[in-house]
C-alpha cells in the first residue's frame, strides 16, 4: 500500500472510532437526530457506536479490512435517515447551522466512496 493510501486508512479508522465514542460522550446529540418513527432510540446509538468502533479497528486488520469497507457502507447507508432528520430538524428551528446539516448528506456520499476505496481489490491494499 502507498504511503498516501496508508494514511488514508489510518485516517478512515480513527474517524470511526472518535464517532463511534462519541457515541458514548454525546448520547443526546445522536438521540436528538433520530427519526421519531425508529424504536428504541439510545439501544441503536448504542449499537451504532459500537459498530463504528469495531469496524473501525477491523480497518486496521488486512484479512478482514474488505469486509470491515463494506460493513461502513452499510452503516453509512442505515444512518442517512438520522442526517436527513437532522436536516429536517435544523429547518423547523431556523438552525443557523442548517447549511452544516445540508452538507452532511453529499458528505454521506463521499465517506461510501472513501469506504469503497478499501473495499475493492485486495492486492491494491
Known amino acids: ?16 472510532v472518535g464517532a463511534g465514542i462519541n457515541h458514548f460522550v454525546n448520547p ?11 424504536p428504541w432510540h439510545y439501544p441503536l446509538i448504542t449499537i451504532s457506536g459500537v459498530v463504528e468502533i469495531v469496524l473501525g479497528l477491523l480497518l486496521l486488520h488486512r484479512p478482514i479490512r474488505k469486509w470491515a ?9 442505515a444512518v442517512l435517515p438520522a442526517n436527513v432528520q437532522m ?28 469506504a469503497y476505496q478499501f473495499s475493492r481489490n485486495k492486492n491494491s491494499y
Open 69 to 77: 469497507a463494506w460493513g461502513i457502507i452499510v452503516l453509512l447507508v
Open 1 to 16: 500500500m502507498n504511503k498516501a493510501k496508508k494514511i488514508s486508512l489510518y485516517c478512515m479508522a480513527a474517524i470511526y
Open 87 to 114: 436536516m429536517i430538524n435544523y429547518k423547523h428551528q431556523q438552525n443557523p447551522y442548517l447549511w452544516l446539516a445540508i452538507l452532511r448528506l453529499p458528505i454521506q456520499l463521499l465517506l461510501i466512496w472513501w
Open 28 to 38: 443526546v446529540f445522536y438521540k436528538n437526530i433520530m427519526p421519531p418513527w425508529l
